[in-house]
Protein backbone atom coordinates (compact mmCIF):
# COMPACT_ATOMS: atom_id res chain seq x y z
CA UNK A 1 0.00 0.00 0.00
CA UNK A 2 2.99 2.32 0.48
CA UNK A 3 4.09 2.09 -3.30
CA UNK A 4 0.39 3.09 -4.25
CA UNK A 5 0.94 6.24 -2.41
CA UNK A 6 4.10 6.96 -3.61
CA UNK A 7 3.07 6.47 -7.44
CA UNK A 8 -0.13 8.73 -7.22
CA UNK A 9 1.38 11.85 -6.48
CA UNK A 10 4.42 11.30 -9.32
CA UNK A 11 1.83 10.69 -11.97
CA UNK A 12 0.21 14.09 -10.41
CA UNK A 13 2.94 16.21 -11.26
CA UNK A 14 3.71 14.58 -15.45
CA UNK A 15 2.57 17.52 -17.70
CA UNK A 16 -1.23 16.79 -18.81
CA UNK A 17 -0.03 17.61 -22.58
CA UNK A 18 2.12 14.63 -22.77
CA UNK A 19 -0.90 12.42 -21.36
CA UNK A 20 -3.16 13.57 -23.62
CA UNK A 21 -1.39 14.40 -27.03
CA UNK A 22 -2.04 12.28 -30.22
CA UNK A 23 -4.86 10.14 -28.19
CA UNK A 24 -7.62 9.75 -30.75
CA UNK A 25 -10.51 8.28 -28.52
CA UNK A 26 -12.92 8.63 -31.29
CA UNK A 27 -12.52 4.45 -32.43
CA UNK A 28 -12.86 3.15 -28.85
CA UNK A 29 -15.66 1.18 -28.03
CA UNK A 30 -16.36 2.87 -24.48
CA UNK A 31 -18.63 5.93 -25.02
CA UNK A 32 -17.46 9.20 -23.80
CA UNK A 33 -19.45 10.15 -20.42
CA UNK A 34 -21.25 12.89 -19.88
CA UNK A 35 -19.62 16.39 -19.30
CA UNK A 36 -16.40 15.81 -22.08
CA UNK A 37 -14.80 13.46 -19.80
CA UNK A 38 -13.72 9.73 -20.34
CA UNK A 39 -13.94 7.65 -16.87
CA UNK A 40 -10.72 5.28 -16.87
CA UNK A 41 -11.96 1.88 -15.69
CA UNK A 42 -11.56 0.48 -12.51
CA UNK A 43 -8.29 -1.24 -11.41
CA UNK A 44 -8.69 -4.76 -11.10
CA UNK A 45 -8.96 -6.32 -7.68
CA UNK A 46 -6.32 -7.65 -6.22
CA UNK A 47 -2.31 -7.15 -5.22
CA UNK A 48 -1.19 -7.43 -8.44
CA UNK A 49 -3.64 -4.66 -10.20
CA UNK A 50 -2.00 -1.25 -10.94
CA UNK A 51 -2.48 2.07 -10.12
CA UNK A 52 -6.08 3.84 -11.59
CA UNK A 53 -5.13 6.20 -13.81
CA UNK A 54 -6.41 10.13 -12.92
CA UNK A 55 -9.28 11.26 -14.37
CA UNK A 56 -8.87 13.87 -17.51
CA UNK A 57 -10.53 16.33 -19.28
CA UNK A 58 -10.26 15.97 -22.89
CA UNK A 59 -13.31 18.09 -23.80
CA UNK A 60 -10.85 20.09 -25.94
CA UNK A 61 -10.20 16.96 -28.27
CA UNK A 62 -12.17 16.77 -31.35
CA UNK A 63 -12.84 13.62 -32.74
CA UNK A 64 -11.40 14.30 -36.85
CA UNK A 65 -14.63 14.72 -39.24
CA UNK A 66 -15.66 11.71 -41.10
CA UNK A 67 -15.60 12.23 -44.75
CA UNK A 68 -16.62 8.88 -47.52
CA UNK A 69 -14.01 7.36 -49.20
CA UNK A 70 -13.50 8.60 -52.82
CA UNK A 71 -15.34 7.18 -55.83
CA UNK A 72 -13.29 4.52 -57.73
CA UNK A 73 -12.28 5.24 -61.09
CA UNK A 74 -14.66 4.47 -63.53
CA UNK A 75 -13.53 0.87 -65.08
CA UNK A 76 -13.24 1.58 -68.87
CA UNK A 77 -13.41 -2.65 -69.42
CA UNK A 78 -16.54 -3.30 -67.61
CA UNK A 79 -18.77 -3.39 -70.74
CA UNK A 80 -16.72 -6.68 -72.26
CA UNK A 81 -16.33 -8.07 -69.06
CA UNK A 82 -18.28 -11.66 -69.80
CA UNK A 83 -21.89 -11.30 -68.35
CA UNK A 84 -21.67 -7.53 -67.24
CA UNK A 85 -24.94 -5.79 -68.17
CA UNK A 86 -24.69 -3.39 -70.96
CA UNK A 87 -24.97 -0.19 -70.13
CA UNK A 88 -25.42 3.21 -72.23
CA UNK A 89 -24.39 2.89 -75.57
CA UNK A 90 -23.95 -0.30 -77.33
CA UNK A 91 -19.81 -1.42 -77.04
CA UNK A 92 -18.35 -1.21 -80.16
CA UNK A 93 -15.38 -4.02 -80.49
CA UNK A 94 -11.99 -2.19 -81.08
CA UNK A 95 -10.21 -2.72 -84.37
CA UNK A 96 -10.67 -1.66 -87.84
CA UNK A 97 -13.72 -2.33 -89.63
CA UNK A 98 -13.65 -3.21 -93.26
CA UNK A 99 -16.35 -1.15 -94.52
CA UNK A 100 -20.18 -2.96 -96.36
CA UNK A 101 -19.69 -4.30 -99.90
CA UNK A 102 -21.33 -1.74 -102.12
CA UNK A 103 -24.13 -3.06 -104.94
CA UNK A 104 -20.81 -2.50 -107.75
CA UNK A 105 -18.67 -4.88 -105.25
CA UNK A 106 -21.20 -7.75 -105.04
CA UNK A 107 -22.01 -7.42 -109.32
CA UNK A 108 -18.10 -7.65 -109.74
CA UNK A 109 -17.68 -11.08 -107.39
CA UNK A 110 -21.07 -12.93 -109.03
CA UNK A 111 -21.40 -11.74 -112.48
CA UNK A 112 -24.34 -12.72 -114.49
CA UNK A 113 -23.47 -15.27 -116.59
CA UNK A 114 -26.53 -15.89 -118.15
CA UNK A 115 -28.56 -18.94 -119.17
CA UNK A 116 -26.15 -20.70 -121.73
CA UNK A 117 -23.13 -19.43 -119.94
CA UNK A 118 -22.32 -23.16 -119.73
CA UNK A 119 -21.88 -23.51 -123.21
CA UNK A 120 -18.76 -21.37 -123.32
CA UNK A 121 -17.05 -23.61 -121.53
CA UNK A 122 -14.41 -26.31 -122.92
CA UNK A 123 -15.50 -29.59 -123.06
CA UNK A 124 -13.47 -32.84 -121.40
CA UNK A 125 -13.40 -36.40 -121.47
CA UNK A 126 -12.95 -39.44 -119.40
CA UNK A 127 -12.83 -43.24 -119.39
CA UNK A 128 -13.42 -45.16 -116.41
CA UNK A 129 -12.91 -48.86 -116.53
CA UNK A 130 -14.94 -49.17 -113.14
CA UNK A 131 -14.19 -53.48 -112.91
CA UNK A 132 -12.14 -55.54 -114.58
CA UNK A 133 -12.03 -58.98 -113.10
CA UNK A 134 -11.62 -62.69 -112.43
CA UNK A 135 -14.19 -64.45 -110.81
CA UNK A 136 -13.67 -67.90 -109.59
CA UNK A 137 -16.60 -70.16 -108.88
CA UNK A 138 -16.82 -73.92 -107.95
CA UNK A 139 -16.71 -75.05 -111.74
CA UNK A 140 -15.46 -72.28 -113.63
CA UNK A 141 -13.64 -68.96 -113.91
CA UNK A 142 -15.09 -65.95 -115.87
CA UNK A 143 -13.89 -62.68 -116.88
CA UNK A 144 -16.40 -59.95 -116.56
CA UNK A 145 -15.93 -56.08 -116.98
CA UNK A 146 -17.70 -52.50 -116.49
CA UNK A 147 -16.70 -49.19 -118.08
CA UNK A 148 -17.83 -46.38 -119.18
CA UNK A 149 -16.12 -43.57 -121.85
CA UNK A 150 -17.87 -39.96 -121.53
CA UNK A 151 -17.25 -36.37 -123.22
CA UNK A 152 -18.98 -33.01 -122.43
CA UNK A 153 -19.52 -30.24 -120.29
CA UNK A 154 -20.72 -29.63 -116.62
CA UNK A 155 -24.44 -29.42 -117.40
CA UNK A 156 -24.72 -32.25 -120.26
CA UNK A 157 -22.53 -34.77 -121.55
CA UNK A 158 -22.71 -38.29 -123.83
CA UNK A 159 -21.80 -41.68 -121.93
CA UNK A 160 -21.16 -44.75 -123.69
CA UNK A 161 -21.18 -47.76 -121.06
CA UNK A 162 -19.79 -51.36 -121.98
CA UNK A 163 -20.85 -54.60 -119.15
CA UNK A 164 -20.05 -58.06 -119.71
CA UNK A 165 -19.16 -61.59 -119.24
CA UNK A 166 -16.74 -64.15 -120.86
CA UNK A 167 -16.83 -67.65 -119.66
CA UNK A 168 -14.47 -70.33 -121.53
CA UNK A 169 -13.76 -67.76 -124.47
CA UNK A 170 -17.89 -67.56 -125.07
CA UNK A 171 -19.31 -63.93 -124.50
CA UNK A 172 -22.19 -64.74 -122.11
CA UNK A 173 -23.45 -61.77 -121.14
CA UNK A 174 -22.97 -58.04 -123.44
CA UNK A 175 -24.77 -54.77 -122.53
CA UNK A 176 -24.04 -51.67 -124.15
CA UNK A 177 -25.39 -48.76 -123.87
CA UNK A 178 -25.80 -44.55 -125.24
CA UNK A 179 -27.01 -42.02 -123.13
CA UNK A 180 -27.26 -38.27 -123.24
CA UNK A 181 -26.88 -37.12 -119.16
CA UNK A 182 -28.29 -33.88 -118.54
CA UNK A 183 -28.15 -32.61 -114.52
CA UNK A 184 -30.82 -30.94 -113.04
CA UNK A 185 -30.10 -30.76 -109.58
CA UNK A 186 -27.23 -30.49 -107.54
CA UNK A 187 -25.80 -34.19 -107.72
CA UNK A 188 -28.46 -35.82 -109.93
CA UNK A 189 -28.85 -36.07 -113.87
CA UNK A 190 -30.88 -37.42 -116.34
CA UNK A 191 -30.61 -39.76 -118.27
CA UNK A 192 -31.98 -40.50 -121.68
CA UNK A 193 -30.96 -43.01 -124.75
CA UNK A 194 -30.62 -46.66 -126.08
CA UNK A 195 -29.32 -49.82 -125.09
CA UNK A 196 -28.22 -53.54 -126.70
CA UNK A 197 -28.28 -56.72 -125.10
CA UNK A 198 -26.26 -59.52 -126.95
CA UNK A 199 -24.84 -62.87 -125.73
CA UNK A 200 -26.39 -66.16 -125.58
CA UNK A 201 -29.60 -64.88 -127.00
CA UNK A 202 -30.68 -62.95 -129.90
CA UNK A 203 -30.25 -59.34 -129.46
CA UNK A 204 -32.30 -57.11 -127.74
CA UNK A 205 -32.98 -53.41 -128.28
CA UNK A 206 -33.92 -51.02 -126.03
CA UNK A 207 -35.26 -47.26 -124.89
CA UNK A 208 -34.66 -46.39 -122.13
CA UNK A 209 -35.02 -42.85 -119.56
CA UNK A 210 -34.03 -42.59 -115.54
CA UNK A 211 -31.99 -41.32 -113.54
CA UNK A 212 -28.66 -40.95 -111.82
CA UNK A 213 -27.21 -39.21 -108.56
CA UNK A 214 -26.27 -39.17 -105.00
CA UNK A 215 -28.87 -40.04 -102.69
CA UNK A 216 -28.65 -39.33 -99.02
CA UNK A 217 -26.26 -40.80 -97.06
CA UNK A 218 -23.75 -40.91 -99.97
CA UNK A 219 -25.41 -43.86 -101.79
CA UNK A 220 -24.80 -43.84 -105.39
CA UNK A 221 -27.74 -44.84 -106.74
CA UNK A 222 -29.21 -45.54 -110.51
CA UNK A 223 -32.67 -46.07 -111.57
CA UNK A 224 -33.71 -46.83 -115.39
CA UNK A 225 -36.56 -48.06 -116.92
CA UNK A 226 -36.39 -49.49 -121.20
CA UNK A 227 -38.86 -50.03 -123.35
CA UNK A 228 -38.71 -52.39 -125.99
CA UNK A 229 -39.73 -54.66 -129.15
CA UNK A 230 -42.90 -56.20 -128.82
CA UNK A 231 -43.86 -54.26 -126.22
CA UNK A 232 -41.37 -55.79 -123.95
CA UNK A 233 -40.40 -53.58 -120.62
CA UNK A 234 -37.79 -53.45 -117.81
CA UNK A 235 -36.46 -51.63 -114.89
CA UNK A 236 -32.91 -51.77 -113.35
CA UNK A 237 -32.25 -50.34 -110.41
CA UNK A 238 -28.40 -49.89 -108.97
CA UNK A 239 -26.83 -49.06 -105.56
CA UNK A 240 -23.52 -48.53 -104.52
CA UNK A 241 -21.54 -47.08 -101.26
CA UNK A 242 -17.65 -46.37 -100.97
CA UNK A 243 -16.77 -46.73 -97.28
CA UNK A 244 -13.47 -45.50 -96.68
CA UNK A 245 -11.55 -47.26 -94.23
CA UNK A 246 -8.09 -44.72 -94.57
CA UNK A 247 -7.14 -42.82 -97.21
CA UNK A 248 -6.42 -45.65 -99.58
CA UNK A 249 -8.28 -48.73 -98.30
CA UNK A 250 -12.26 -48.38 -99.59
CA UNK A 251 -14.93 -51.16 -98.71
CA UNK A 252 -17.47 -50.73 -102.03
CA UNK A 253 -21.11 -52.69 -101.47
CA UNK A 254 -23.00 -52.85 -104.30
CA UNK A 255 -26.33 -54.12 -105.75
CA UNK A 256 -27.76 -54.42 -109.24
CA UNK A 257 -31.56 -55.91 -109.11
CA UNK A 258 -33.45 -56.29 -112.49
CA UNK A 259 -37.07 -56.71 -113.29
CA UNK A 260 -39.10 -57.26 -116.16
CA UNK A 261 -42.74 -57.11 -117.87
CA UNK A 262 -43.04 -60.18 -119.72
CA UNK A 263 -41.31 -63.20 -120.01
CA UNK A 264 -38.43 -63.89 -122.30
CA UNK A 265 -38.07 -67.43 -122.72
CA UNK A 266 -35.32 -67.41 -124.95
CA UNK A 267 -33.12 -65.73 -122.70
CA UNK A 268 -34.33 -67.33 -119.66
CA UNK A 269 -35.93 -64.75 -118.31
CA UNK A 270 -39.34 -64.43 -116.34
CA UNK A 271 -41.58 -61.88 -115.52
CA UNK A 272 -41.73 -59.82 -112.68
CA UNK A 273 -38.23 -59.03 -110.32
CA UNK A 274 -35.76 -61.58 -112.24
CA UNK A 275 -32.32 -61.48 -110.72
CA UNK A 276 -30.25 -60.04 -107.83
CA UNK A 277 -26.50 -59.38 -107.74
CA UNK A 278 -24.36 -58.29 -104.68
CA UNK A 279 -20.89 -57.55 -104.63
CA UNK A 280 -18.51 -56.36 -101.94
CA UNK A 281 -15.00 -55.38 -102.82
CA UNK A 282 -11.88 -53.91 -100.92
CA UNK A 283 -9.88 -51.82 -103.09
CA UNK A 284 -6.55 -50.23 -101.92
CA UNK A 285 -5.71 -47.20 -104.42
CA UNK A 286 -2.30 -47.03 -105.04
CA UNK A 287 -2.96 -44.04 -106.85
CA UNK A 288 -6.38 -42.47 -107.09
CA UNK A 289 -6.23 -43.74 -110.80
CA UNK A 290 -5.32 -46.80 -110.22
CA UNK A 291 -6.80 -49.31 -107.17
CA UNK A 292 -6.59 -53.42 -107.37
CA UNK A 293 -9.18 -54.69 -105.51
CA UNK A 294 -10.12 -58.11 -104.07
CA UNK A 295 -13.74 -59.04 -103.09
CA UNK A 296 -17.22 -61.57 -103.44
CA UNK A 297 -19.97 -61.44 -105.56
CA UNK A 298 -23.69 -63.22 -105.38
CA UNK A 299 -25.86 -64.17 -107.91
CA UNK A 300 -29.30 -65.35 -108.03
CA UNK A 301 -31.97 -65.50 -109.85
CA UNK A 302 -35.50 -65.11 -108.55
CA UNK A 303 -39.00 -66.54 -109.17
CA UNK A 304 -40.02 -68.33 -112.31
CA UNK A 305 -36.55 -67.41 -113.99
CA UNK A 306 -35.16 -69.56 -110.94
CA UNK A 307 -37.30 -72.16 -112.62
CA UNK A 308 -36.05 -71.47 -115.88
CA UNK A 309 -32.71 -71.90 -114.95
CA UNK A 310 -33.05 -75.49 -112.71
CA UNK A 311 -35.01 -76.56 -116.19
CA UNK A 312 -32.20 -75.65 -118.65
CA UNK A 313 -29.16 -77.29 -116.42
CA UNK A 314 -28.34 -74.66 -114.87
CA UNK A 315 -27.49 -73.20 -111.35
CA UNK A 316 -29.82 -70.50 -110.09
CA UNK A 317 -27.37 -68.66 -107.46
CA UNK A 318 -23.68 -68.48 -106.46
CA UNK A 319 -20.68 -66.98 -105.40
CA UNK A 320 -17.55 -65.95 -106.57
CA UNK A 321 -14.41 -64.87 -105.25
CA UNK A 322 -13.48 -62.05 -107.28
CA UNK A 323 -10.15 -59.96 -107.92
CA UNK A 324 -9.18 -57.16 -110.66
CA UNK A 325 -8.40 -53.65 -110.66
CA UNK A 326 -9.99 -50.19 -111.06
CA UNK A 327 -8.77 -47.42 -113.22
CA UNK A 328 -9.68 -43.96 -114.90
CA UNK A 329 -8.06 -41.08 -116.77
Known amino acids: MKRFFLIVPLAALLP ?45 HHAPAKTSPPAPPADEHAGHRQGAPATGAPVVPSGPRLPLPTPEDIAAAFPDLGPHAHMSEPGYGKFLLDRLEAQDAADTTALAWEAEASWGRALDRVVLTSEGE ?124 FAPYVGVEWTRRLGDSADFARTAGERSGEARAVAGVRLWF
Open 166 to 289: RVHGDTEELRHELFWRHAFASWWEGRLGVRRDDGEADGRDWAGVGIEGLAPQFVELSAVAYAGESGRTAFTLEAEYEARLTNRLILVPRIELNAYGEDDLPAGIASGLADAEAGLRLRYELRRE
Open 16 to 60: TPLLAAGVDHSQHGSPPTPGGTLSAPAPAAGPAAGPAPAEEDLSH
